[in-house]
């Protein structure tokens, strides 16, 4: 199957989260049902499997935080053919807010 033809470029810092809003041609009758997400490969060839999620109307995201300094290429899949095979980039860079040092976590103390 041939990429889908919308050209998705982000950029953020280390560690920031990116929403990556997709539309779906026709709200399918179980949305919170629907397989959907991406493949995210980066520096140092890892490869990240980042599911999605629908947030309302024909929308459905993909909310991606990168952990490594660098270029990371995605490309969607799922159970709707409308949502299947976008392809895009998202350009990591250096933090710069000094007060992240990392991604969330969850404290094993204050669950």
Known sequence: MQPQFKD???SCGQWDVVDIQFSATKVPSEPFAVTFGAIFKGPGD?????PGFYDGDRNFIIRFSPSLIGTWKFTTYGSVPSLVNYQGTVKCTKQTNLDRHGPLEIDPDNQ
């Open 46 to 50: 890892q490869s990240i499997n980042v």
């Open 8 to 10: 998705y470029k982000f």
